[in-house]
């Protein structure tokens, strides 16, 4: 059975930083591509970041230079580091594939609430 926990979210000012985590049971991993996604109130889910099974990395431009995506195969573990957070960045935020069409069961994600 396939699970995704995700974790590390909380209430944080602008400005701030977080480190989300996502650790991944029940599939392959470490050929896998991985990716973060996040769901703003009244928002479709957007892919914010993702890293290739040779740790190649990609970013929205809303994130690019204050989020950071990497993995530890042995943990079987996704991270996203968030630095300089933004009202704006307010959202649920999940891993899974980074193509929707072949997403996996989606977890429960992580609230990230940032206050100005």
């Known amino acids: 059975q396939v699970q995704l926990v995700e974790s590390g979210g909380g209430l944080v000012q602008a400005g701030g930083s977080l480190r989300l985590s996502c650790v991944v049971s029940?599939?392959?991993?470490?050929?896998?591509?991985w990716g973060w996604y996040r769901r703003a109130p009244g928002k479709p889910r957007e892919l914010v970041a993702a890293?290739?099974?040779?740790?190649?990395?990609n970013y929205a431009d809303s994130v690019k230079g204050r989020f950071t995506i990497s993995r530890d195969n042995t943990e079987r573990a996704v991270y996203l580091q968030m630095n300089s957070l933004k009202p704006e960045d307010t959202a649920v935020y999940y891993c899974?594939?980074?193509?929707?069409?072949?997403?996996?069961?989606w977890g429960q994600g992580t609230q990230v609430t940032v206050s100005s």
């Open positions: 899974n594939f980074p193509s929707p069409a072949t997403a996996l069961t």
């Open positions: 029940g599939t392959s991993f470490s050929i896998k591509d």
């Open positions: 890293i290739t099974g040779t740790r190649s990395t």
